[in-house]
């Protein structure tokens, strides 16, 4: 007989919380660490593990797996949604306090993204309402051609 474990992942969960059904992780890195902790301190199940992940959104920047995340062929670790439950991972971050502006009549939202180093990142997009958007660019087309330089 192989013991084998399951962790549930909620979002009114906490990631303090000991990972049951009753009392589930918060997010996804708290799934990850609480796995981690149990392989370095010897108590992963021989039989592997189960992160069940109940209906709902996690948004996370951006999930990273090393080896410290790794089961065995015979005590895997497996991330799954709860059966029949819906389960979205936003790997990004959601953009709030967008400010309107107003040109001629077109109507224009602006956000400063430097305030939340969005640039520190290896490539940046923006979705809105699940569609990929153009980021602003100049000219809206083609190439820009300098005729003349001027000493």
Partial sequence: FRSWMKVYVAPDG???????VTKPLKTFQGAQEFIRNLKSEGDLPDGG?????RSGEYETEGLKFTSR???TVDAPIEYTAYEGEVVT???????KDWKKS???ETDIHHFKLRSIDVFDSEGVELFCNGKAMT?????NEGWSHIWNVHP
């Fill in 14 to 20: 906490d990631d303090t919380n000991e990972g049951t």
């Fill in 49 to 53: 593990v189960t992160v069940y992940f």
């Fill in 102 to 104: 107003f040109l001629g």
């Fill in 89 to 95: 991972i936003i790997g990004g971050r959601r953009l």
């Fill in 135 to 139: 980021l602003a660019r100049y000219p």
């Fill in 69 to 71: 995340d790794s089961g």
